[in-house]
């Protein structure tokens, strides 16, 4: 239902755009995310936009440096990371909550991609 690309590998201060394309759901006035985590720690949210309640939300440790988007012609959502430190590196996941105009939407984000992998090495 959703599909991330887009990772690979990329050297320190460099920068990546995922995508993630949705399929059999509508991105489309719902909540969308983006979360990493690394193997044997917890996933980590990075950053929701939710339309209803107006709001796009970053996490600190990539505000400034991460920008989420979405193209709803396409029913796709990015994610374009800049200034990539090592410590960026992980899989990286796209959610997408599935009820329209849901207040509160980036508290149910339920429908979730695979995961790209992210690595950040010189």
């Known amino acids: 239902l959703l599909v991330e690309a887009g990772g690979g590998l990329v050297q320190p201060g460099g920068s990546l755009k995922l995508s993630c394309v949705a399929s059999?759901?509508?991105?489309?006035?719902?909540?969308i995310g983006w979360f990493r985590q690394v193997p044997g720690k917890a996933r980590e949210p990075l950053s929701c936009?939710?339309?209803?309640?107006?709001?796009?939300q970053y996490a600190d440790s990539v505000k400034g440096r991460f920008t989420m988007s979405r193209a709803d012609a396409k029913n796709t959502m990015y994610l374009q990371m800049n200034d990539l430190k090592p410590q960026d590196t992980a899989v990286y996941y796209c959610?997408?909550?599935?009820?329209?105009?849901?207040?509160?939407?980036?508290?149910?984000?339920?429908?979730w991609g695979p995961g790209t992998l992210v690595n950040v090495s010189s």
């Open positions: 959610a997408a909550e599935t009820v329209q105009d849901r207040p509160g939407g980036c508290g149910y984000l339920e429908v």
């Open positions: 059999r759901i509508t991105l489309d006035h719902v909540a």
């Open positions: 936009i939710s339309e209803r309640d107006g709001i796009t």
